[in-house]
């Protein structure tokens, strides 16, 4: 098993998680709470950012979970998430005639089976998530590290790249491109944790953090949050990648602490 050699326990995990619902919650606190308008852009992105953490976590999550020789776990995982998804179909429909509105059966059946969201945008994380986790059934059983590599890389441009032709053929998929790596980066850092590649470098940390501020400013100062998804979505999913791998590089770089100030005492106290 996988879980045998990771990289984030599992307080670490719950400190993401915590981490996660602070920033959704501060999202909304701009039009729950009437702040000013300034403040929308330092707000709005801490929403898909929070998501993004979700996301990076399930996908650790389901890497870290599966076995040489089975993968109910993942299947658990998808019936979890078709069974809300069900639920909320049926909701909209009955709601929807009760408004004296015609629903329509082919967005029904695709919002059903997680391919769509349009009857109920609400819905658009289950929808993304139960993707995801049909993306990760591709990879089978326990893969190589650069098999899951190259599975992630191919998965998350797949979803970009749906998500920015929605516009012109949005009867077949609508996918919400902006966390397009997160997920992949959680199944990708489980991997590398069952190789045992856990050196901390400062030097790197400081580099993911200072590529998140760099492409945050692009995102929305330089290019003032641009609404073309060919631009706006491969833009904002490397703000949320790097967003990531900041927080798991904090993460993993506090919890062995210790270690790392030893290493660095030895290497003061060469000559």
């Given at each position: 098993?996988?879980?045998?050699?990771?990289?984030?326990?599992?307080?670490?995990?719950?400190?993401?998680?915590?981490?996660?619902?602070?920033?959704?919650?501060?999202?909304?606190?701009?039009?729950i709470c009437m702040l000013p308008d300034k403040?929308?852009?330092?707000?709005?992105?801490?929403?898909?950012?929070?998501?993004?953490?979700?996301?990076?976590?399930?996908?650790?999550?389901?890497?870290?979970?599966?076995?040489?020789?089975?993968?109910?776990?993942?299947?658990?995982?998808?019936?979890?998430?078709?069974?809300?998804?069900?639920?909320?179909?049926?909701?909209?429909?009955?709601?929807?005639?009760?408004?004296?509105?015609?629903?329509?059966?082919?967005?029904?059946?695709?919002?059903?089976?997680?391919?769509?969201?349009?009857?109920?945008?609400?819905?658009?994380?289950?929808?993304?998530?139960?993707?995801?986790?049909?993306?990760?059934?591709?990879?089978?059983?326990?893969?190589?590290?650069?098999?899951?590599?190259?599975?992630?890389?191919?998965?998350?441009?797949?979803?970009?790249?749906?998500?920015?032709?929605?516009?012109?053929?949005?009867?077949?998929?609508?996918?919400?491109?902006?966390?397009?790596?997160?997920?992949?980066?959680?199944?990708?850092?489980?991997?590398?944790?069952?190789?045992?590649?856990?050196?901390?470098?400062?030097?790197?940390?400081?580099?993911?953090?200072?590529?998140?501020?760099?492409?945050?400013?692009?995102?929305?100062?330089?290019?003032?949050?641009?609404?073309?998804?060919?631009?706006?979505?491969?833009?904002?999913?490397?703000?949320?990648?790097?967003?990531v791998l900041c927080i798991c590089f904090l993460?993993?770089?506090?919890?062995?602490?210790?270690?790392?100030?030893?290493?660095?005492?030895?290497?003061?106290?060469?000559?």
């Open positions: 098993m996988m879980s045998n050699n990771v990289l984030l326990s599992q307080r670490d995990s719950h400190i993401i998680k915590g981490i996660a619902i602070a920033l959704v919650v501060v999202s909304h606190i701009h039009r403040l929308e852009p330092f707000l709005n992105p801490c929403g898909y950012l929070g998501v993004a953490l979700f996301l990076f976590i399930s996908g650790y999550g389901c890497m870290s979970s599966v076995s040489p020789n089975s993968l109910n776990t993942l299947y658990k995982r998808i019936f979890r998430v078709v069974k809300p998804l069900f639920y909320i179909t049926v909701i909209t429909f009955l709601l929807m005639l009760s408004f004296n509105e015609t629903p329509s059966i082919k967005y029904m059946f695709l919002q059903s089976v997680g391919l769509n969201n349009t009857m109920c945008s609400a819905c658009w994380y289950i929808t993304f998530q139960y993707f995801c986790y049909i993306g990760f059934l591709l990879l089978g059983k326990e893969s190589s590290f650069h098999k899951v590599l190259l599975w992630a890389l191919t998965f998350s441009l797949t979803i970009l790249l749906i998500s920015c032709l929605y516009e012109i053929d949005g009867v077949l998929f609508n996918l919400w491109g902006l966390n397009a790596f997160s997920f992949c980066a959680g199944v990708s850092v489980a991997r590398m944790s069952a190789n045992k590649i856990k050196k901390i470098s400062l030097k790197a940390g400081l580099s993911l953090f200072v590529t998140f501020v760099c492409l945050f400013v692009c995102a929305y100062f330089v290019f003032h949050n641009p609404e073309e998804y060919v631009l706006r979505n491969p833009l904002k999913s490397m703000v949320s990648l790097s967003f993460i993993t770089f506090l919890s062995n602490k210790d270690v790392v100030y030893e290493k660095l005492g030895e290497t003061v106290r060469k000559p």
